[in-house]
């Protein structure tokens, strides 16, 4: 590994850590306990921004989105297209909405129409889901940091775990997402730095000029965006518009992401910091797909065999043929983007169990602190828990449609939103538990039932869609007529 020793990795990490803990310093100063929670509403709406694109660039896509050019060029594109849509929804319909209900946790706007039960339902779901995609997206980082510096030094797996995650408890338990919001800025040029470092470098390896080379690249089949056959996983229409669900799913009914909108002074601000997001993840993203190409020409070129899971290329390349500045750049870079995914879930996940299932805000100053410190602790140690288990199945394959099964849990979010906006009906709210179970499960079995009759369709991120419907349409069905308003008329 460019024979640079594992001591000066764990050296420079530090030196990483340090410089969170030192941000951690100067935002937890004169914090007050909603601080945590709200960051005080005086967030700068451009930090927002950029952070969060270091927050939706998990460690995830960091390997990933690059490997995957080689097998399905630049079509999740597409899908990124679709998303730039749904931000520009979220920034124009929902968060002037959540700024006028004055929320702190989102899921407490459902418990006039859907009742407690479907709205701890609701909040149930979504820290199901940050608990598994966490765990998952810190665990591909941990492995890449157990074999670039704490393996060669014979320290066991268990124990990069919990030093990683004892460092972001560390640097949130004072401020939570006042403190988050800095250090995803921070963590986002990390992983900007490492991705544009990595290009430049590479492209010193090819005798073409660097305009030369790039506008042959992306003229190549490997670099094509669309993609119209019906019967493909990457039709065009498919991603566009399951990427605008996912959008709205993942990132408008998601504690998560609006916890860090809420933070700006307003919903202009707020507006502004989406709408300005959305660009920068866009080409973020396509930086990222035109770094996969050159990792594939570079590979080409060195005669370097491509691994069989495709999202191993940019850590082999990385890590052994690029340099000890690069493999530094890279191992940083990683751990910035699972960590400002981790620190943000984090925090949501205690925002959320504290506001709708213990109802913090009821208690004395001293005490909300002391509840909110202890939940805080609790969801580290439990993302702890699931990354060990993830490590002792030692089956990727198994490991890795965990995550993908966590995916299905965003579609009763998203329906459970959507009734609550558009439907006028009353929900049986004893049956809005069953119907947010059963939702993913007939999702999971039309999948399954389509294999055999539709003549080799394959389902993609279309698959949210589905189950969201699916969700709406048993909510309508266990619902009764009523002069119930909507969400948006309360």
Not at 388 to 402: H, K, M, R
């Amino acid at each position: 590994m460019n024979n640079l020793n594992p001591t000066i990795f764990l050296f420079l990490l530090l030196a990483y850590f340090a410089l969170l803990l030192l941000i951690s310093y100067f935002t937890g100063k004169k914090s007050k306990t909603q601080s945590f929670y709200t960051g005080d509403r005086q967030s700068p709406w451009y930090v927002v921004a950029f952070g969060m694109v270091g927050a939706t660039i998990s460690g995830v896509t960091f390997i990933s989105v690059p490997g995957e050019t080689g097998n399905s060029a630049f079509h999740y594109f597409q899908f990124v297209m679709g998303n730039m849509v749904g931000y520009i929804i979220i920034a124009t319909l929902l968060l002037p909405f959540y700024y006028r209900k004055n929320i702190v946790s989102i899921y407490t706007i459902l418990e006039e129409k859907t009742g407690r039960k479907g709205y701890l339902t609701t909040s149930g779901f979504f820290i199901l889901s940050k608990i598994i995609g966490a765990s998952f997206r810190l665990y591909l980082a941990a492995l890449v940091i157990d074999m670039a510096i704490f393996g060669p030094l014979g320290i066991p797996f268990w124990v990069t775990v919990l030093f990683c995650l004892l460092l972001i408890w560390l640097y949130t338990f004072r401020s939570g997402i006042k403190t988050v919001v800095w250090t995803d800025t921070l963590q986002t040029l990390v992983l900007l730095t490492a991705a544009i470092a990595s290009v430049i470098v590479l492209l010193k390896h090819f005798d073409k000029p660097s305009s030369e080379f790039l506008g042959n690249l992306l003229s190549k089949p490997e670099a094509r965006v669309f993609e119209f056959g019906w019967k493909s996983p990457n039709n065009f229409f498919k991603q566009f518009f399951s990427g605008i669900v996912i959008a709205i799913a993942l990132n408008g009914f998601d504690q998560d992401i609006i916890q860090k909108n809420l933070t700006c002074r307003n919903a202009a601000d707020a507006r502004k910091n989406m709408l300005w997001f959305s660009s920068w993840f866009g080409l973020t993203v396509f930086l990222f797909l035109v770094l996969g190409a050159m990792l594939y020409a570079f590979a080409k070129l060195e005669g370097i065999e491509i691994p069989e899971r495709t999202d191993r290329l940019f850590p082999l390349i990385a890590l052994n043929y690029l340099g000890a500045s690069i493999a530094v750049l890279f191992v940083l870079g990683i751990s910035a983007a699972a960590f400002s995914s981790a620190d943000s879930a984090i925090t949501a996940m205690t925002t959320s169990f504290s506001i709708d299932f213990l109802k913090i805000e009821q208690h004395i100053e001293g005490r909300q602190k002391r509840i909110r410190n202890f939940v805080h602790l609790i969801f580290t140690l439990l993302i702890f828990g699931v990354i060990i288990l993830f490590y002792n199945l030692n089956n990727e394959s198994v490991v890795v449609s965990i995550f993908k099964a966590a995916g299905y849990t965003y579609g009763p979010i998203a329906g459970v939103f959507c009734f609550a906006f558009f439907f006028r009906r009353r929900p049986i709210r004893w049956l809005i538990v069953p119907a947010c179970i059963a939702s993913p499960v007939i999702t999971y079995l039309i999948t399954v039932l389509f294999k055999h009759i539709a003549n080799g369709y394959s389902f993609g991120f279309e698959l949210i869609i589905i189950n969201t419907l699916i969700t709406i349409l048993l909510l309508s069905f266990f619902s009764k007529k009523g002069a119930l308003k909507t969400l948006t008329n309360l």
